[in-house]
């Protein structure tokens, strides 16, 4: 075999090798609702795998109340609902009582994500998500998986050492109280932030699932970037024309997944989409890949829908 065959092989095997690790770090992915229509929640049931965990946010306007009727639709379409729980959202302990007892009997919720909740002012009963771990109640309906944000790229209003302080607590409280505790981020569209923050979190060990936009209009992913403080990542974008040219086209996460799927180790765990296009976009995209139809490019990228 001539030297050019066994560079050819040897570049082959590469590729391969890449495409295994972008389809092991997206096994598993859990994508998050940004749309309220029921009917998407049943079209999607034949693109994602059964269990796949669905988080329902809970955006100003919504009522838990709204949130557990989407729980249970996710529940009877075969998926596993993950609400959001905000605690400055939250009027009192009664409701919460509430809330976790519908979310758990209507739709066999044994997980949930649990946020402060942006807000002016803390609500009457619970300013922080260790406020409402403090309660008890959480174990008392069942629901033993507790998720936490994580900001690889900060918060625009919190210093990441009150950031660092509150994970050490929630986490020193979850194993008093045997709840498993992991973390979930805020979205990026760079994977060096994710790499760089995921490697400081290493001694907390808790597992992270990183969070990625799944497939959206370029106009619509920067307007919740900015929205949700997500500034470096959008000034990245900006500096590089050739990635905003192809997101205008794609509009997709194949860069920073390629580029995670290369570098990522413990503890990531996982990928959690927010789903900015729609539930079903998101689902296509998901679908896509992990039945193998995509190449990578030249770019450092993919590209989805290929033969």
Known sequence: MSATADSGS??????EEERRAILALLAGASLELSSRDPAEIDACAGLLEPGTPVYISLPPGQTYHGTVALAARLARAGFRPVPHVAARRIAGREALDDYLARAAGEAGVDSALLIAGDSDRAGDAFDSSLALLETGLFQRHGIAHIGVAGYPEGHPRIAASVLE??????????????????????????AEPILSWTARMKGHGLPVRVGLAGPASLPRLLRFAVRCGVGNSVR?????????TRLLVE???????????????????????????????????????????????????FRVGAA
């Open 165 to 190: 302080t509150a994970l050490a607590a929630k986490k020193a409280f979850a194993r008093r109280a045997g709840l498993e505790l992991a973390v979930v981020t805020q979205f990026c569209f760079e």
């Open 10 to 15: 040897a570049s082959g095997a590469a590729l």
């Open 236 to 244: 990245a974008l900006k500096g590089r024309p050739q990635a905003i």
């Open 251 to 301: 509009a997709g996460p194949e860069g920073v997944v390629r580029n995670l799927a290369r570098h990522a180790s413990p503890p990531i765990t996982g990928v959690h989409f927010f789903c900015f296009g729609g539930l079903m976009r998101t689902a296509r995209w998901l679908c896509a890949v992990r039945e193998g139809r995509f190449e990578l490019t030249e770019d450092g990228g």
